[in-house]
């Protein structure tokens, strides 16, 4: 397998994740958030777990979907000025951008969320409300999950983006529709 045909596999990995968590944790987000919002609105009743419910859903979705965004090409960007560069201009901000920006944040990330859903672990760490939800790690564990799948989306952008100034690849990356062929 050449290097580009692994990184479309390593990227492809990190679309059906992404994909399969946004259906997993949006749709019950969804059904949480109309069931706690009719219940307080028209039957004046409400739950601590709900709404941490609904906050741990919405953690999860963000975080496990930020390699999936990259790939796609969906996360925030100064498009006006991009869509003007040359493709090969356009790679080496890319990779330059993913070596000095998106590696060290993500390795940051990854460091001190791990820490953090560790020692949640290890403390058996629950909700500091009375009726809150336990096992608080669970949801800690998504920032390192999410920071080391947004790193290997990183990671494979900018060797597809080096392979591409280096002249074995045909296009730059991601494109809007992140595995085009190229």
Known sequence: MSVIGACRTLERGIIWLGALVAW??????????VY????RQFFNVGSTRLQE?????F????MLSLGYAYLHN??????????????????????????????P??????VYA?????????????????LGLPMRWIIKSCL??????????????????AMFLAGRATGPAPTSGALQRG
Do not use: K, Y
């Open 114 to 130: 791990g820490q953090f859903a560790l020692d949640s672990f290890v403390q058996m760490e629950g909700a500091r409300a009375a």
């Open 59 to 62: 953690l999860a979705v963000v």
């Open 36 to 39: 706690d919002m009719i219940g």
């Open 74 to 103: 969906a996360h925030v960007r100064i498009d006006i000025l991009r869509d003007r560069f040359a493709p090969r201009t356009s790679a080496s901000i890319e990779l330059l951008g993913c070596l000095l920006v998106l590696v």
């Open 53 to 57: 419910l609904e906050w741990h859903f």
């Open 144 to 161: 390192p999950i999410g920071g080391l799948l947004l790193l290997l989306a990183g990671l494979s952008v900018a060797i597809r983006n």
């Open 105 to 110: 944040f993500c390795t940051v990330l990854i």
């Open 24 to 33: 997993m944790t949006l749709i019950p987000l969804i059904a949480v958030s």
